[in-house]
């Protein structure tokens, strides 16, 4: 087979094949191949959140889910989208940070609006993937203890700020009173 047929049946195949996912709410088809529009097999969903999406809210730290600034959630879960590959979320809900306003009023998440009134955040870098990591927390245990909701933050690390702020915050949702 020549080079020039390989190269095309592997465009055809390259083409036919797309991975589905929902980001905040919306139905995004990506096709999966080599082209600069396209998400490689390799690309991780972090990549394709800010390179391919836009979706600069997600941050990248390290690159290898030790610092959490990359959590996103999928299906309501939290995961480290550094870590993840996007061929692997075909079908999946995902949340980012930006995700978690108000589709209707675009007002800011109660979780959001509370880190703001307890300055839990000072440079903002790492803060998405702590509210990210605390939402999880929400979703699954409304009202969690503090302890609860220290270890569910023990994997999100900030240089910047003490995480009594960032527990006050937190507390301040679960406790009804953003």
């Keep these: 087979m020549s080079d020039i047929t390989v190269r095309e049946k592997n465009k055809k195949i390259s083409q036919a094949k797309r991975v589905t996912l929902i980001i905040n709410g919306e139905q ?16 991780t969903l972090l990549h394709t959140l800010r390179e391919t999406l836009g979706l600069t809210g997600t941050k990248l730290t390290c690159d290898n889910g030790a610092c959490g600034s990359c959590t996103v959630l999928m299906d309501g879960k939290a995961i480290l989208s550094c870590m993840t590959l996007t061929v692997e979320c075909g079908g999946k809900d995902i949340t980012t940070i930006e995700g978690l306003k108000d589709r ?16 839990a955040f000072q ?8 509210i990210m990591s605390a939402k999880a927390l929400l979703n699954e245990n409304s009202t969690p203890t503090e302890v609860q909701v220290k270890e569910a933050l023990s994997g999100n690390f900030c240089r910047c700020i003490s995480h009594y702020q960032v527990v006050r915050a937190v507390m301040a949702v679960s406790e009804g009173g953003a």
């Design 104 to 119: 209707d009023t675009g007002a800011l998440d109660p979780l959001q609006q509370s880190f703001i009134d307890h300055t």
């Design 123 to 130: 440079c903002g870098f790492c803060t998405p993937g702590i």
């Design 28 to 43: 995004r088809n990506l096709e999966i191949g080599h082209l600069p529009h396209q998400v490689e097999t390799t690309h």
